[in-house]
């Protein structure tokens, strides 16, 4: 079936620095993706679609300068966490829609740390 | 926008017993429901799932109903074991770019 790969799976990182988390679709070509972000014990938040190529469209409230997307292939995009802050930290997952279908497969997350 | 709402929000269950957790949906133009398990610190796998044209969906012991009239769907985990305890999450969609997940339900199976 298909499947998404998420690197890294766990990171800590400084308050300042940036940090990038790539999702992968391994058996497929994923022309769009989707960024969430899930605090705990809550619900997946969309915080933005990628398409590959183009821009990513990104949901009311999210800062586009501080979570950079990038789809510059039809299987890999990335997730940019820049000048990361305490409360950044969360789990991040993305997931991709298999072509001509409406299953989603997700990737396993990632949880961000910013001490 | 579409509002999912799901409950309940916390379930316990004794091995073996019956699980159902319940979704509502708002936008009518809705028509495909995904369910989705996690596991502490993964992301969500997909368990079942159902379109707008069928009622009923069975996959051994794990089935979803899904009533267009109400606007809700439900899954149903029968013949619980502790390996099912984890958290679920409906999902609606009308567009592959229009994806509104529940709040989530935290099933634990005691044995």
């Known amino acids: 079936g298909a499947v998404v790969s998420q690197h890294p799976s766990r990171v800590i990182c400084k308050s300042g620095t940036s940090v990038k988390i790539e999702c992968r679709s391994l058996?497929?070509?994923?022309?769009?993706m989707f960024w969430y972000r899930q605090f705990p014990k809550q619900s997946l938040m969309l915080m933005a679609t990628s398409n590959e190529g183009s821009k990513a469209t990104y949901e009311q409230g999210v800062e586009k300068d501080k979570f950079l997307i990038n789809h510059a292939s039809l299987t890999l995009s990335t997730l940019t966490v820049t000048s990361a802050h305490p409360e950044d930290s969360s789990f991040y997952i993305c997931s991709a829609r298999v072509s001509s279908f409406y299953g989603y497969t997700f990737g396993s997350g990632t949880r961000l740390t910013v001490v | 926008g579409e509002n999912v709402e799901q409950h309940p929000s916390t379930l316990s269950v004794q091995e073996g017993d019956s699980a159902v957790i319940k979704c509502t949906y708002s936008d009518s133009a809705s028509n495909y429901f995904p369910w989705y398990k996690q596991e502490l610190g993964k992301g969500p796998q997909l368990i079942i799932d159902i379109r707008s044209n069928v009622g009923e969906k069975k996959d051994q012991r794990i089935a979803v109903t899904l009533n267009k009239t109400a606007k809700h769907f439900s899954l149903h985990i029968t013949e619980t074991q502790p390996e099912d305890s984890a958290v679920y999450f409906c999902a609606a969609s009308k567009s592959s770019n229009q994806f509104y997940f529940g709040t989530g339900t935290s099933l634990t199976v005691i044995p």
């Open positions: 058996d497929f070509q994923a022309t769009t």
